[in-house]
């Protein structure tokens, strides 16, 4: 089988395996686990940020880094279809009683931003704490937020003093496209969420980066959400070895994702890195008949097809799978 349902399903390597089996471990809710101390230290310095702390989820992290800004009752802003409203299963409501609002459209909508924020209105209206964005755009296929796009939310939300948080779970995909450092993301952000466990290849493990004090906080709340972990120096080192020897390959995930592209009929030029988003009349029956040639896809929505690529996805397995999908798709 060749999967294409999302950047997810790697496989540790070889290589990996064995600096998992040599990592030095400690008690990492005593802070004592160095290799997790070291990952740390690395990911907030990459983002030019005070602290990181390691969660088991990008989910976990995501929770984490949005309620460090907002509390009951606040409001957080952003697109429609993005990963913490549409497919966190409603975790920063029932976990840190925020609300959403959101705008639909492009990644950032500045015109729409600036309408839905709604601050200094009294006991009448809930008051945006947070502008929350996504870079790369999951479900916007794997779109990248311009640098200048982020830098002028980040303006925006100093005038009227608001905090900003970057879901980068594939933060890497947009740097490795675009050559914009992560420190330039960085800058943009108050706190973000990033994945080791998507274009990165490790098989667990996200980050929470931010300020010294957003980091302690969360500390406390990963434990009360059940997310401190013991021993957990071994997948750390997953991460550090990902970080030092995944990273530059990720183009070749994009290359492969313009290949599958062409092969759907949609424009290679349109994608931007490792995930594919095509319009097709019937995504279930897509999905069920290149499942029946090895290839597996997902639906994202009724006539919606995605196809992520990632290390487990050789040049060859991007050219078979092409294949298969264009026949499969003359015939559906
Ligand atoms: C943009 C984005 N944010 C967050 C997550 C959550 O990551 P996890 O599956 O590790 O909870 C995902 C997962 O695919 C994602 O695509």
Redesign the pocket.
């Known amino acids: 089988m060749i999967d294409l349902r ?1 950047d ?1 399903v790697t496989r540790p390597t070889d290589a990996m395996r064995a600096a998992m089996a040599g990592a030095a471990v400690g008690d990492d809710v005593y802070s004592e686990d160095p290799t997790v101390l070291e990952l740390e230290e690395r990911v907030a310095g990459l983002f030019g940020k005070d602290a990181a702390l390691f969660a088991p ?4 992290a ?1 929770v984490l880094a949005v309620r460090s800004l907002a509390g009951v009752g606040d409001e957080v802003l952003c697109e429609a279809s993005a ?1 913490i409203v549409r ?2 299963l409603g975790a920063h409501a029932a976990l840190s009683g925020l609300t959403t609002r959101t705008w639909v459209g492009r990644p950032v909508e500045m015109a729409q931003i600036e309408r839905l924020l709604a601050t200094d209105m009294g006991p009448f209206f809930v008051a945006t704490r947070v502008i929350a964005l ?1 870079n790369t755009h ?1 479900f916007g296929g794997g779109t990248v937020v311009p640098i200048e796009e982020m830098r002028a939310v980040r303006r925006f939300a100093d005038e009227h003093g608001v905090a900003v948080h970057v ?1 980068g ?2 933060i890497w995909n947009a740097h490795v496209a675009t050559g914009t450092s992560l420190g330039e993301y960085g800058a943009c952000a108050d706190v973000l ?1 990033v ?1 080791l ?2 274009g990165l290849g490790a098989p667990v493990g ?1 980050l929470m980066v931010g300020s010294a004090d957003a980091i302690a906080e969360a500390r406390v709340w990963r434990k009360r959400l059940g997310g401190g972990m013991r021993q957990v120096g071994i997948l750390a080192a997953a991460g550090l070895h990902a970080l030092e020897h995944h990273m530059e390959r990720i183009a070749e995930d994009h290359e492969h994702a313009r290949l599958l592209a062409d092969a759907c009929g949609a424009d290679p030029s349109a994608v931007q890195t490792n995930i594919v988003v095509v319009d097709v009349p019937d995504a279930a029956a897509v999905v069920a008949a290149a499942r029946e040639h090895g290839v597996l896809v997902s639906a994202v929505g009724r006539r919606a097809l995605r196809m992520v690529t990632h290390l487990d996805v050789s040049r060859a397995d991007a050219e078979s799978a092409a294949s298969v999908l264009a026949k499969v798709l003359e015939q559906d």
């Open positions: 999302s997810t989820t990008g989910s976990m995501n990963h497919a966190e996504e999951n879901d779970a594939r969420a994945c466990s998507k996200s």
